[in-house]
């Protein structure tokens, strides 16, 4: 796979896991005792570690535009760590409704009581997916690495073979000088007869 496309994937991703952290994860219902029967939590709230590690995907992924062998590998481990506790943070919140709504139900009930229910939406999931796809880039970024340096190193050979075709107009410098010298020659020899003299 090329550079070009782990680094759009990459960047794809932590986009995503943005994207969903910034919606509602939980919605907690049948509240008793507060100005609101429904309390809703956000994926911020109920995962922050993962919002975190979507920056650290999307840093990751300008970083891999310049990155060389080893850094490529560095870089592709790190991917592939934030990648996975972003899927630790978001399946857990999502596993977990009672437990990831419970500070926003008790702000507010003014209590510890549960509510009645609970309602997952499909948010955490989507950042869920967004960190499986991190932490493929991250793979494929540490194994294909030393790949990508042998197709910039080909890429610098060819274009200085590209540059060679120049030489063989240094080569014909020598015929067109030996051209011009037997002109002169013959502009010589008609000068000579024209005085009346004989060349030969």
Known sequence: MRRRTVVLAALAAGALVLLAAGQTWVVASGLTGGLSEEATTSGGAAAPGATAMALVVLAGAIALTTARRVGVVVVGALLVLAGIMIVTGAAGAALDPAGTAASAVAEAT????????????????????????????????????????SVRRYEKAEAADAAEPAAPGRAAAPERTEAERRRTEQMDAWDELSRGNDPT
Do not use: E, I, K, Q
């Open 110 to 149: 003014g209590t510890t009581a549960d509510a009645r229910s609970y309602a997952v939406t499909a948010w955490p999931w989507v950042a869920a997916a967004g960190g499986v796809l991190a932490a493929l880039c991250g793979a494929v970024a540490a194994l294909a690495g030393r790949g990508w340096v």
